[in-house]
């Protein structure tokens, strides 16, 4: 007896006629049907401004380097050459204290750079970083008392840490450290010292995470004792991360930011859903430290990766991200995988 011959799979009569490989054909095709494009000037570029440099090979993450002021306007440069235009601004300060002082120091590292980029590049959105952990000589977001961080004693500093960066030049203020009220603290100090012009990035929904190691090397900011778990956010929480961006927006925030980025992607895309203020993402060090040593061993292609990654945090509804790949992935690198 013949074999038989193996038989076609029926098609169901309504799916038929449907063929989505028809749309992949070609790189045109492809390119006509793409639903979401990342673009380099959605990207911010995290710099870190510092008294002394880094050695030249200091670090096996570059973009975690520390910058002088004129680094740091060099660096805004080559970012503006690739078509990135916008830098968000850690400072590293040569002396801490318990209050973090250096943190509203006119004459601090993210003051000078400020001043200094916006007469070298005026054209560059600056965004200052808000917190006091670089500054602090225990390494918390916020002043202590009874052995835990002081929330309502750390919102002064905080607006006056802010208007510092104001009057320093700088488009936008971000602050990072999760304290109750601190939109609300710096909303009304800007508006009293006569700043209502400058923005608030609100990191609404920071989540205590793994993947901050590296950015805590760079900045020199890892807490002496303890966690940030009583005030960074319980990763295990969407609902309640809503909570926090919706406090933040009636606080008087311009832009609400998810941290970290590629863990958290629900909470963006459920942020996106919910608020009609432009959403932000924080690609962090952890993140940009798995795609680069994965690459350094051959395993991954560092570029596609990146884009994939980004591409995936801006479709899940950030227009804003903040990235350490902004500095490699500017308009003249080679495009779309
Ligand atoms: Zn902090």
């Not at 959105?125 to 918390?140: F, N, R, S, W």
């Amino acid at each position: 007896m013949l074999p038989t011959a193996p038989r076609e799979p029926a098609l169901a009569a309504d799916t038929a006629g449907a063929r989505p490989r028809r749309l992949r054909a070609h790189a045109s095709l492809r390119e006509l049907v793409a639903e979401s494009e990342f673009r380099p000037s959605q990207l911010v570029a995290p710099l870190f401004v510092a008294d002394e440099p880094d050695r030249p090979g200091a670090t096996e993450l570059p973009a975690l380097a520390r910058r002088t002021v004129d680094g740091a306007v060099r660096e805004v440069g080559r970012l503006r050459d690739s078509g990135v235009h916008a830098v968000l601004l850690f400072g590293i300060p040569s002396r801490k204290d318990a209050q973090g002082s250096g943190a509203w120091d006119p004459r601090g590292p993210v003051p000078r750079a400020i001043r200094a980029i916006k007469e070298h590049a005026p054209d560059v959105a600056v965004i200052a970083d808000v917190c006091l952990c670089e500054y602090t000589d225990h390494g918390h977001c916020g002043v202590l008392g009874d052995g835990t961080v002081d929330n309502d004693r750390t919102l002064p500093l905080l607006a006056r840490t802010a208007s510092a960066y104001a009057d320093a030049g700088a488009d936008v203020v971000a602050p990072s450290g999760m304290m109750d009220h601190q939109v609300g603290a710096i909303r009304s100090a800007l508006d009293t010292a006569g700043q209502p012009e400058v923005a608030i990035l609100a990191y609404a929904a920071k989540f205590a995470s793994s993947f901050y190691g590296p950015f805590r090397d760079a900045a020199g900011s890892s807490p002496a004792f303890g966690d940030r778990r009583t005030y960074q956010m319980d990763g295990r929480n969407r609902r309640e991360a809503l909570r926090e961006l919706e406090l933040d927006a009636r606080e008087g925030a311009d832009v609400l930011m998810v941290k970290p980025a590629l863990p958290y992607l629900d909470v963006i895309a459920a942020a996106h859903d919910r608020f009609d203020l432009p959403i932000a993402a924080y690609q962090v060090s952890g993140e940009y430290a798995m795609i680069r040593a994965a690459a350094a061993r051959g395993w991954l292609d560092e570029e596609a990766a990146a884009r994939e990654s980004l591409g995936a945090i801006q479709r899940a509804g950030a227009s804003l991200i903040v990235s350490y790949f902004a500095g490699e992935l500017g308009s003249g690198s080679k495009g779309r995988p």
